[in-house]
């Protein structure tokens, strides 16, 4: 491990924190058309520093047009870019997005939300300091620290950077599987950075995500809406039947009715038990992130499991229903219940979709109705689940020891990161979640921010990994 490299870093965060700052100034909301120009103009500011710091290869792929209502706008590109080609060295593939979340002072934030400033608690605020351009300029000032130190690179290094994240990622599945065997052929594990600490206060390393099922389920039988003065009491009403059937899905206390669901997932094992005794993470966490104390479990070892490697299945809306205040008779003729399944290690998505439209019409046929009811799987992402043994996570483990003198956390996460396991499938390698930001930076809300540190011990953090990797036996 360099020492030049850890004091490079430090003495030049400011200017670190200025390219920050031209980044978040480029408005690369990617989910409005209107803003379309900014996200290419973030991938070609992108291509610069790339270029400018002697990055190879240095090349674009083109996911298409995407339909926008009806309307054809074009994609921005998927960026890749190398670093060092030495064959005897690991290479290394870095995944990052330069597109955010849209953003509006008029939201709430304090300040104009692309204008990185920075408060008196040194936090770096403005929208995509942490999600995610702040990780992804984090890799560029480890090339920057090489190139002005002199240094090679202790491993190769592969870019892939997408515009698109924040929508869906269209389009990028077919570009990885397309390069796995092409401009990815080389490459010996993926690292993302594009997720958080559990916490505010300790690293961790991310080795797990749940997947997520969603089901829309139709009740339809008038030909049109009702009104309740005539028609209530003479005819069987859609949501009537919605809510019966809907009603039979989850407790109150959070245990999935459909049966068979838990005959999937996978025991809890004592050893498995012992890794979340010392996760730093408190009740007044959750209790201050919920805004109230109505939680379900009340350890926090059940909390972290019941979102981590538990399935959960929650309900989240009826289309067609009257939602507006005051009174209204409506009888609605036809009302669409949504609600997803988290999924977890073995649950396989086929098994979990034949399991749920079994029991929601086994449950509709109880009613007696004449109603019909449909039910479909709208969605499904599979879960992922890495080897925290692999020699990826442990160099970065070493790395975090390294720069933060302190083991990390090993932590999975509720939510879902389809990327991770397209990398995974693709390239049949071992993907690790190297996060930079804290939990509460606010990533995809008002007030977004980056503190200083997480942003230059983080950059130290990511040249420190790819020492360590460097020095990791192959397997
Ligand atoms: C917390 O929940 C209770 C009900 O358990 C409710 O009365 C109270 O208003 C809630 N507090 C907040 C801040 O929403
Ligand atoms: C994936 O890689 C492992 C070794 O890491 C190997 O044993 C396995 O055969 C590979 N699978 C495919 C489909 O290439
Ligand atoms: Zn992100």
């Not at 509006?104 to 104009?112: C, Q, R």
């Not at 809406?225 to 069987?236: E, I, K, P």
């Amino acid at each position: 491990m360099s020492d030049q490299f850890l004091e490079y870093v430090e003495k030049h965060q400011e200017a670190f924190i200025d390219r920050l700052r031209k980044a978040v100034a480029i408005p690369s909301v990617s989910s409005d058309p209107g803003h379309r120009q900014d996200v290419f103009r973030m991938a070609e500011f992108l291509q610069n520093e790339l270029k400018a710091l002697g990055a190879d290869n240095i090349e674009t792929r083109d996911p298409g047009m995407q339909d926008f209502n009806g309307q054809q706008i074009p994609l921005p590109p998927i960026v890749l870019a190398t670093v060092g080609n030495n064959p005897a060295k690991k290479t290394i593939l870095v995944y990052g997005h330069y597109d955010v979340q849209p953003a509006l002072k008029e939201d709430g934030w304090s300040t104009n939300p692309f204008e990185l400033v920075e408060d008196e608690q040194q936090r770096l605020i403005g929208r995509g300091s942490s999600d995610d351009k702040g990780p992804v300029l984090g890799w560029i000032n480890v090339v920057e620290a090489h190139k002005s130190l002199g240094l090679e690179l202790p491993v190769n290094l592969k870019f892939c950077l997408e515009g698109m994240e924040e929508s869906g990622s269209e389009g990028l599945d077919a570009i990885i599987y397309k390069e796995a065997k092409g401009y990815f052929a080389d490459v010996d594990a993926v690292c993302i950075s594009d997720n958080y600490w559990l916490g505010t206060t300790k690293p961790c390393l991310t080795y797990g995500l749940r997947g997520v099922s969603y089901f829309h389920m139709t009740v339809k039988g008038p030909a049109r809406d009702l009104h309740s003065g005539v028609f209530g009491g003479t005819v069987h009403e859609p949501m009537t039947d919605l809510f019966a059937v809907m009603s039979k899905l989850v407790a109150p206390n959070g245990k999935i009715q459909v049966p068979g669901i838990y005959d999937m997932v996978r025991p809890l094992t004592e050893e498995e038990q012992r890794t979340y005794d010392n996760i730093a993470f408190e009740m007044h966490e959750l209790h201050g992130a919920v805004g109230n104390t109505t939680n379900i479990h009340d350890e926090v070892r059940d909390v972290l499991q019941a979102r981590w490697r538990f399935p959960s299945l929650s309900l989240h809306g009826i289309e067609g229903a009257f939602y507006n205040p005051g009174d209204k008779t409506v009888v609605p003729a036809k009302v669409i219940g949504k609600f997803s399944i988290r999924t977890v290690p073995d649950m396989k998505p086929e098994k979990v979709t034949e399991l749920v439209c079994k029991y929601v019409n086994d449950e509709f046929a109880k009613l007696g109705s004449k109603n019909s009811l449909e039910i479909k799987c709208s969605h499904a992402g599979n879960h992922w689940l890495s080897s925290p043994d692999h020699w990826t996570y442990v160099a970065a483990s070493k790395a975090v020891e390294r720069v933060y003198n302190v083991k990390p956390d090993l932590t999975r996460e509720g939510g879902s990161i389809p990327v991770t396991l397209s990398f995974q499938d693709a390239l049949n390698k071992t993907v690790l979640l190297l996060p930079m930001g804290r939990g509460d930076d606010g990533a995809h809300s008002i007030n977004e921010k980056l503190d200083r540190s997480n942003y230059v011990q983080g950059t130290k953090l990511l040249g420190a990994y790819l020492y360590e990797v460097a020095a990791a036996k192959a397997e």
